[in-house]
């Protein structure tokens, strides 16, 4: 009999521990190397070919007929992983350690596939696995990549519940039906779910990957950032962008050192005498978007005159955030870059002259012969900068060794460094010269996005520059690197990178020629124009989905009359809409609708073409009774009713889907007449 209108492989399910076909097995093996794709970059290289080996054995024992390895084999195989993995992070538990072990044992799971349950198990443990990747990125790329995995889990998963032989456009449509119905479920979970500070579950540290600026800064420091082009920040003004060499972003103040490490004096936050600014110009109001560092400090435009919520300005003109920044942080500041400061108090005039060892006689020797030509403090900081822009240095990403008296054979003899290099040696000749003065580590420059009108600041636009304080004026900035290299400052170090591609060098005085020689190259340029786009799409999906917080949320919910959004509020709402979800889910499912099942839809059609011959079947009709009593009425029609009868029985009720087409050309080719013949 026909039937009720269901979809064969649910109206005939296969056994509870049947043996996939060959397809599903490979689909698997397929699915598990697409989501171990998602780990490659942050798994040993070893366990990346570990489980790719495995997983190419199982697929030789399915098609090749190789033998499979028995249970002890696949027992030292976990034994010796599991005692690699602990040798190569010296723990099995944290972030690292456990998801390259459930890594690895997913590869050597392919190796004791046997039956239905086994196959499934895998399924799931591709799915958690999907969610893992996660604890590393939260990117656009990796949330697309990550749902098309899923797409193909799914699939994958219907594929093993379906019977031998059924069509692969069943299995799609049933698959993508499933993602389809979980997208209202998904949005009510994202918009309702109550909302908390932080990560929604307990991550251990090496979660958070502790990276950007530190507050210990020595000769070299700095220069670990230049490789790395991972956004550091990214923002939005308020009207027009200051120009390139007014973007100095403060981070970090640095007063105290022991020659060689320059570090932060944290008791000066507790001095009674308060840090003023008297602002000059106009203000520069911005947004910043801040990517996680496990750090509480903010970067802001000098000077910053008006902070953020949830941050407090400290000593050093600093903003610092309430807690550590674990998730993306955003928020607003006020900037004048035409400021004047307030007097020193006493600890900051001694740690603003703190000496950790006595001069060298080369350094002093050029320090007096400072004094003995200037009249004023800050003809003395002239000087010093003088120096570094007339004496032979060199701006260099790749300056040397540096022995036991960094400062003074930097000044004397290699001549060749970065930015820290000039910074930390300026500070401690303008301190011997009895001039208040610090180091200052953040970021300078960064790189304007047309496609979103915003600039990005990468960890490569780490930057260190020198204060000092001079009476009348405060604190005031200079930044010898600008003496050496002046297109450090205008340009930004992103492109100074594409200048050194093109064989450039740097030092080049000429700051117009700098910018032509660095456009130079149609194809970074298209490059880069092209990473500008990409660079606004995950903007937008870091801000509209990502950074969907408990404000976020507080605000959205007022919008439907909800004004105090407790979380027993929020569960309760989130419950009730969940529940009316489900409630039209069902009515929509279980409410009379046409067969959507071609094979019985088909049948249905041939029994159509009968009907205005006086040959309707009845309910309670099989298909071979039909066909008999319509040979009985119509001896003509006996070999084609027979025919498609035959293929109808084969198709429907022996799963032999391949017969399928057969069936539809038959029926579309069969047209009886009322009186006699075919």
Request: with cysteine.
């Given at each position: 009999?026909?039937?009720?209108?269901?979809l064969?492989?649910?109206?005939?399910?296969?056994?509870?521990?049947?043996?996939?076909?060959?397809?599903?097995?490979?689909l698997?093996?397929?699915c598990?190397?697409?989501?171990?794709?998602l780990?490659?970059?942050?798994?040993?290289?070893?366990?990346?070919?570990?489980?790719?080996?495995?997983?190419?054995?199982?697929?030789?024992?399915?098609?090749l007929?190789?033998?499979?390895?028995?249970?002890?084999?696949?027992?030292?195989?976990?034994?010796a992983?599991?005692?690699?993995v602990?040798?190569?992070?010296?723990?099995l538990?944290?972030?690292?350690?456990?998801?390259?072990?459930?890594?690895g044992?997913?590869?050597?799971?392919?190796?004791?596939?046997?039956?239905?349950r086994?196959?499934?198990?895998?399924?799931f443990?591709?799915?958690?696995?999907t969610v893992?990747?996660f604890?590393?990125?939260?990117?656009?790329?990796?949330g697309g990549?990550?749902?098309?995995?899923?797409?193909?889990?799914?699939?994958c998963?219907v594929?093993?519940?379906?019977?031998?032989?059924a069509?692969?456009t069943?299995?799609?449509?049933?698959a993508g039906?499933?993602?389809?119905?979980?997208?209202?479920?998904m949005?009510?979970?994202?918009?309702?779910f109550?909302r908390?500070?932080?990560?929604?579950?307990?991550v251990p540290i090496?979660?958070?990957?502790v990276?950007g600026?530190?507050?210990?800064?020595?000769?070299?420091?700095v220069h670990?950032?230049?490789?790395?082009?991972?956004?550091?920040f990214?923002?939005?003004?308020?009207?027009?962008?200051?120009?390139?060499?007014?973007l100095?972003?403060?981070?970090?103040?640095?007063e105290?050192t022991?020659?060689?490490?320059?570090?932060?004096?944290?008791?000066l936050?507790?001095?009674?005498?308060?840090?003023?600014?008297?602002?000059?110009?106009?203000?520069?109001?911005?947004?910043?978007?801040?990517?996680?560092?496990?750090?509480?400090?903010?970067v802001?435009?000098?000077?910053?005159?008006?902070?953020?919520?949830?941050?407090r300005?400290?000593?050093?003109y600093?903003?610092?955030?309430n807690?550590?920044?674990?998730?993306?942080?955003?928020y607003r500041?006020?900037?004048?870059?035409?400021?004047?400061?307030g007097p020193?108090?006493?600890?900051?005039r001694?740690w603003?002259?703190?000496?950790?060892?006595?001069?060298?006689?080369r350094?002093?020797?050029?320090?007096?012969?400072w004094?003995?030509?200037?009249?004023?403090?800050?003809?003395?900081?002239?000087?010093?900068?003088?120096?570094?822009?007339?004496?032979?240095?060199?701006?260099?990403?790749s300056?040397?060794?540096?022995?036991?008296?960094?400062?003074d054979?930097?000044?004397?003899?290699?001549r060749?460094?970065?930015?820290?290099?000039?910074?930390?040696s300026?500070?401690?000749?303008m301190?011997?010269?009895?001039?208040?003065?610090?180091?200052?580590v953040?970021?300078?420059?960064?790189?304007?996005?047309p496609?979103?009108?915003?600039?990005?600041?990468?960890?490569?636009?780490?930057?260190?520059?020198?204060?000092?304080?001079?009476?009348?004026?405060?604190?005031?900035?200079?930044d010898?690197?600008?003496?050496?290299?002046p297109?450090r400052?205008?340009?930004?170090?992103s492109?100074l990178?594409?200048m050194?591609?093109n064989?450039?060098?740097?030092?080049?005085?000429?700051v117009?020629?700098?910018?032509a020689?660095?456009q130079?190259n149609?194809?970074?340029?298209g490059?880069?124009?092209?990473?500008?786009?990409?660079?606004?799409?995950?903007?937008?999906w870091n801000?509209?989905?990502?950074?969907y917080?408990?404000?976020?949320?507080?605000?959205?919910l007022?919008?439907?009359?909800?004004r105090?959004?407790?979380?027993?509020v929020?569960?309760?709402?989130?419950?009730?809409?969940?529940?009316?979800?489900?409630l039209?889910?069902a009515?929509?499912?279980?409410?009379?609708?046409?067969?959507?099942?071609?094979?019985?839809?088909?049948?249905?059609?041939?029994?159509a073409k009968l009907?205005?011959?006086?040959l309707?079947r009845?309910s309670?009709e099989?298909?071979w009774?039909?066909a008999?009593?319509?040979?009985?009425?119509?001896?003509d029609?006996?070999?084609e009713?027979?025919?498609?009868?035959?293929?109808?029985?084969?198709v429907?009720?022996?799963?032999?889907?391949?017969?399928?087409?057969?069936?539809?050309?038959?029926?579309r080719?069969?047209?009886?007449?009322r009186s006699?013949?075919?």
């Open positions: 009999m026909v039937g009720s209108v269901r064969p492989g649910l109206r005939h399910p296969a056994p509870p521990d049947h043996m996939p076909s060959r397809e599903a097995v490979n698997v093996l397929i598990t190397l697409a989501v171990l794709a780990h490659v970059t942050h798994v040993p290289l070893w366990m990346v070919l570990a489980a790719s080996c495995l997983i190419l054995w199982r697929y030789l024992i399915d098609n007929g190789w033998r499979s390895p028995g249970s002890l084999v696949r027992m030292l195989l976990a034994i992983m599991m005692v690699m602990y040798k190569h992070y010296q723990s538990l944290g972030r690292d350690p456990g998801v390259a072990m459930l890594f044992l997913t590869g050597l799971k392919a190796l004791e596939l046997r039956r239905l086994d196959y499934l198990l895998t399924v443990l591709l799915y958690f696995l893992a990747a604890l590393y990125s939260q990117s656009l790329w990796v990549y990550a749902f098309l995995v899923v797409a193909l889990t799914t699939l998963l594929q093993l519940n379906q019977p031998l032989g069509p692969w069943r299995c799609l449509r049933l039906g499933l993602l389809v119905k979980s997208i209202p479920l949005c009510i979970l994202y918009l309702l109550p908390i500070q932080g990560s929604l579950w307990g090496d979660a958070y990957g990276i600026l530190s507050d210990r800064v020595q000769m070299g420091s670990g950032l230049i490789a790395n082009d991972r956004v550091a990214r923002v939005e003004f308020d009207g027009e962008p200051p120009a390139n060499r007014d100095y972003w403060r981070a970090l103040v640095l105290d022991d020659g060689r490490v320059w570090t932060r004096r944290s008791d936050d507790d001095d009674p005498v308060p840090e003023t600014i008297r602002e000059r110009g106009r203000e520069i109001n911005y947004s910043v978007t801040l990517e996680p560092h496990n750090q509480r400090w903010l802001a435009l000098e000077l910053p005159t008006v902070t953020p919520a949830m941050a300005r400290r000593a050093g600093i903003v610092e955030a807690r550590k920044i674990r998730n993306r942080f955003r500041v006020q900037s004048h870059l035409d400021y004047r400061t020193l108090s006493r600890d900051q001694f603003g002259l703190h000496m950790a060892k006595a001069p060298t006689p350094m002093q020797q050029l320090v007096n012969d004094r003995a030509v200037a009249k004023t403090q800050a003809e003395l900081v002239q000087l010093g900068f003088n120096y570094f822009r007339e004496e032979p240095f060199f701006y260099t990403l300056p040397g060794d540096i022995g036991n008296n960094p400062v054979e930097f000044l004397f003899e290699t060749r460094g970065y930015c820290e290099y000039f910074a930390t300026f500070v401690t000749l301190r011997m010269a009895d001039v208040p003065s610090r180091l200052v953040g970021y300078q420059g960064g790189e304007w996005n496609a979103g009108n915003y600039m990005v600041i990468r960890e490569f636009d780490a930057h260190a520059w020198a204060e000092v304080w001079l009476p009348g004026r405060g604190w005031q900035r200079v010898p690197t600008a003496a050496v290299a297109e400052v205008e340009l930004g170090f492109v990178s594409r050194a591609q064989g450039h060098a740097f030092g080049v005085l000429d117009d020629a700098a910018r020689a660095a130079s149609w194809w970074q340029r490059v880069r124009e092209t990473g500008f786009y990409f660079d606004f799409l995950n903007n937008a801000q509209l989905i990502l950074d917080d408990v404000d976020q949320q507080r605000e959205w007022r919008t439907l009359g909800i105090t959004p407790a979380w027993v929020l569960t309760g709402t989130l419950v009730l809409v969940v529940v009316l979800l489900f039209l889910m009515v929509v499912m279980l409410r009379p609708r046409p067969d959507r099942d071609p094979v019985v839809a088909g049948y249905r059609r041939f029994c009907a205005p011959l006086g309707e009845a309670y099989g298909p009774d039909f008999r009593r319509v040979a009985r009425a119509r001896p029609l006996d070999g009713v027979r025919r498609i009868t035959s293929t109808y029985v084969n429907r009720y022996r799963n032999r889907f391949a017969a399928l087409p057969v069936l539809r050309r038959q029926i080719q069969f047209r009886p007449t006699g013949g075919a």
